[in-house]
T-cell receptor
């Protein structure tokens, strides 16, 4: 299957600082990527849909100004958590769809464990 | 809003036992996918089912898509400790290729 790489895999930051997470599709082009948040032992919660060359589409209840998404190329989307606070601590995962490859599905990055202290 | 009800939420069994995980919805999906996730990692795609009534097998795992494309099941035969993980079903049916995820089934297979 296709490969999606997410970086960093974990990050610890001080409250009030910003953190950038990168999501790259390594062997295919992704016009659409998705950003999820996951709490321990729970399912994935979609935060936003990242569209190459245009503004991201945010899910209801997700603050656009807090979670900045940039999808500047067909292989890279970034999520910036601005002015992070302890309640932003979570596991963030990106995914991309490969519509040309097999099997047809979504491929996920390794996830980023964010801890805000 | 499309919803996927996944059950059971937790399952702890002994090595060698069989199990079935269910995903049900009142909505029709164009495809349904199953993922397995280990702690601290992203979900890994196991299978995609597209046709109503479709059955796919992946070694000891059997996936079925309901005739009406509203539900799916995952059956594991002779479970092994290596099968331990969070199993997620996800349906596609909305716009912009978004996936609707079930709440997940946390499976523990004890040796």
């Amino acid at each position: 299957g296709a490969v999606v790489s997410q970086h960093p895999s974990w990050v610890i930051c001080k409250s009030g600082t910003s953190v950038k997470i990168e999501c790259r599709s390594l062997d295919f082009q992704a016009t659409t990527m998705f950003w999820y948040r996951q709490f321990p032992k729970q399912s994935l919660m979609l935060m936003a849909t990242s569209n190459e060359g245009s503004k991201a589409t945010y899910e209801q209840g997700v603050e656009k100004d807090k979670f900045l998404i940039n999808h500047a190329s067909l292989t890279l989307s970034t999520l910036t958590v601005t002015s992070a606070h302890p309640e932003d601590s979570s596991f963030y995962i990106c995914s991309a769809r490969d519509f040309q490859g097999s099997p047809f599905g979504a491929f996920f990055g390794q996830g980023t464990r964010l801890t805000v202290v | 809003t499309q919803l996927l009800e996944q059950s059971p939420q937790f399952l702890s069994i002994q090595e060698g036992e069989n199990l079935t995980v269910y995903c049900n919805s009142s909505s029709v999906f164009s495809s349904l996918q199953w993922y397995r996730q280990e702690p601290g990692e992203g979900p890994v795609l196991l299978v995609t089912v597209v046709t109503g009534g479709e059955v796919k097998k992946l070694k000891r795992l059997t996936f079925q898509f309901g005739d009406a494309r509203k539900d799916s099941s995952l059956h594991i035969t002779a479970a092994q400790p290596g099968d331990t993980g969070l199993y997620l079903c996800a349906g596609e049916g909305g716009s912009n290729y978004k996936l609707t995820f079930g709440k997940g089934t946390l499976l523990t297979v004890n040796p």
